[in-house]
């Protein structure tokens, strides 16, 4: 028992741990950046509601940016993927509307 060591790990074993270290710094960068770009969209929503009302707000640090950034996220996420998903089944329908040409009128006006 005495001088015996723990078995080695087989080659190419790594363990989740050892193989996510290096993207820790890339991963919270990222994080980072979509944290400010959040906050911004709030804070430019909340002054945006707030001036129809005459209301400035002078303060750059407060903690209604952040739900507000991320509802308007949603929102404009859910209708990104709407209107994704309407363009892309509207491509055959799109080709047979756009491939009709009325009879009664010179094509160059169509």
């Given at each position: ?7 080695a790990p ?29 906050y ?24 209604s ?23 892309h089944g509207m491509?055959?329908?799109g080709?047979?509307?756009a ?5 009664w ?6």
């Amino acid at each position: 028992m005495e001088g015996e060591t723990a078995p080695a790990p087989a080659q190419g074993s790594a363990s989740w741990f050892s193989s996510v270290t290096p993207h820790i710094s890339i991963i919270a960068q990222s994080l980072g950046v979509l944290g400010v770009i959040v906050y911004v969209l709030g804070y430019i929503a909340v002054n945006t509601y707030f001036s129809q009302y005459g209301v400035a707000n002078k303060g750059l640090l407060n903690a209604s940016y952040l739900p507000a950034g991320v509802i308007l996220i949603l929102i404009l996420g859910l209708f990104a993927v709407l209107v994704g998903t309407r363009i892309h089944g509207m491509d055959e329908t799109g080709r047979a509307i756009a491939g009709a040409k009325p009879s009664w009128g010179p094509v160059i006006v169509w």
